[in-house]
């Protein structure tokens, strides 16, 4: 599952409202994957703060009496965070109050044409809060956040409810126009959902990067990349796995 990024959380400092949404269609060449997963993200800036929210849909399901045909989505899972600062023209405007809801849903199919089994599993609850904090270049070109939440799952076991992640955007990557390379990192504790009954550490990072080949043309909303999601006992995946995706971005 996507990660949020909040790419655009530096513009805080600025008085005009900021706004933006995309839509990113990946394919997954990692080993156990190899599926098409669609994320839509939002996100909004306004006197109080700023809200992000993304929207993930794994397109997974298999019909094992169709010889494995991709027949739904498979997977769905779901963030938002906000991020409260009312106090965007003093001197500590680099700090903000966040809180963040995650989770999701998902299924699976087994059986025979004539005995389908169908299933499904819980992402449990998750709910955040804690301190985000915020640097960035002059220009803005560069963005960096450093958050630190308290983490708590619903109906799971945890050595210690703490997250901790850093994300950053730089744009224009080495002078050139349009190519931007953005991710996050996230460090965290939980209980192994899928099959064990320890708690795990876990790590997940997902650095991206897209390049704005639509300025070319007249259509700037549209990009090309991908990303490489880089993963230690992520749920349902014991040890460190690495999956490479190629995607495209639309911007609206």
């Not at 003093?90 to 999701?104: D, H, L, M, R, T």
């Not at 799971?156 to 990192?185: E, I």
């Amino acid at each position: 599952m996507k990660k949020f990024y909040f790419i655009l959380a530096a513009l805080l400092l600025s008085s005009t409202a900021i706004k933006a949404q995309n839509l990113q269609v990946f394919y997954d060449f990692g080993d156990d994957r190899r599926q098409v997963t669609t994320t839509f993200e939002m996100f909004k800036s306004d006197s109080w703060g700023n809200t992000f929210t993304f929207i993930d849909m794994d397109y997974t399901l298999k019909d094992a009496a169709e010889k494995g045909k991709n027949i739904s989505i498979g997977g769905a899972y779901w963030e938002i965070a906000r991020c409260l600062n009312f106090w965007q023209n003093s001197k500590a405007s680099f700090f903000s109050i966040q809180v963040e809801y995650n989770g999701g849903l998902g299924a699976y199919a087994t059986g025979t044409k004539n005995a389908p089994t169908w299933g499904a599993f819980p992402i449990n609850h998750a709910f955040l809060t804690g301190a985000d904090f915020f640097v960035h270049s002059k220009d803005f070109n560069n963005l960096f956040n450093f958050k630190v939440l308290y983490k708590k799952y619903i109906s799971a076991d945890q050595a210690l409810p703490m997250q901790f992640t850093f994300v950053w955007t730089l744009n224009n990557l080495f002078g050139a126009k349009g190519l931007t390379f953005s991710g996050f990192a996230d460090y965290w504790w939980q209980e192994q959902f899928f099959g064990a009954d320890n708690t795990a550490t876990v790590f997940l990072s997902e650095p991206q990067l897209w390049y704005c080949v639509g300025q070319h043309f007249g259509c700037p909303n549209l990009n090309i990349g991908g990303e490489v999601e880089l993963a230690y006992n992520f749920p349902a995946s014991a040890g460190f796995k690495c999956r490479p995706c190629l995607g495209v971005k639309w911007n609206f």
